[in-house]
């Protein structure tokens, strides 16, 4: 059984718009959450993280926000631009354990 | 080198042949990572090294066999592949315990016939 659900496979967004991505967990032990950014071709590059003492964490246009009543967590990109056309991956982790359960993804195309 | 790096990028082989996937890290890093990427799946984590010693096995078949010599690079060997062991293989590193944020290399299209 998954405990790191990403229920949309993909998702269209106008250039310039909000993209809103999101992530539901299982394990109420989970108290790291991270989003990763996947190019074809390329391995997946850390975008944003957050601890589960937040409910919000801020990068430039990436803001990560977490749920944990509802154990749902969202990435929110504004503007949107066409380099983050890609696939974004949600992951998580327990405690001191540093291994990372990961979501299925979701592909975003941003269209101009 | 910066980073981590795979190599070969892409491999063919066929069900028969033995061959090997290499990673190294230059981030001074000591937890490595192999991980198995099939389409619209998670990534599934394969094997974890931490300080040279494996501390996971995912119940991978014994066809996939992981080498680390030292904390920099991490192979891993592969023997009588099966078609739907074609994925994309993806390696990893991280500073180890307590750390969580992984970096990863640009990963191995494998391809079975």
């Known amino acids: 059984d998954q405990q790191v659900k990403q229920n949309s496979p993909s998702l269209s967004v106008q250039e310039g718009r909000i993209s809103i991505l999101n992530c539901d967990y299982t394990n109420s032990m989970f108290d790291y959450f991270l989003w990763y950014k996947k190019y074809p071709a390329e391995g997946p590059t850390f975008l944003i993280s957050i601890s589960s003492i937040k409910d919000k964490n801020e990068d430039g246009r990436f803001t990560v926000f977490l749920n944990k009543s509802a154990k749902h967590l969202s990435l929110h990109i504004v503007p949107s631009q066409p380099g983050d056309s890609a696939v974004y991956f949600c992951?998580?982790?327990?405690?001191?354990?540093?291994?990372?359960?990961w979501g299925a993804g979701t592909k975003l195309i941003i269209k101009p | 080198e910066t980073g981590v790096t795979q190599t070969p990028r892409h491999l063919v082989m066929g069900m028969t042949n033995k061959k090997s996937l290499k990673c190294e890290q230059h981030?001074?890093?000591?937890?490595m990572y192999w991980y198995k990427q099939s389409a619209k799946k998670p990534l599934e984590l394969m094997f974890v090294y931490n300080f040279k010693e494996q501390t996971e096995n995912n119940s991978v078949p014994s066809r996939f066999s992981p080498e680390c010599p030292n904390s920099s690079h991490l192979f891993l060997h592969l023997h009588t592949l099966q078609p739907e062991d074609s994925a994309l293989y993806l390696c990893a590193s991280s500073q180890g315990e307590g750390y969580n944020e992984q970096f990863f290399g640009p990963g191995t299209r494998l391809t079975v016939l």
């Open positions: 981030l001074g890093h000591n937890a």
């Open positions: 992951a998580a982790s327990e405690g001191s354990n540093y291994q990372l359960i």
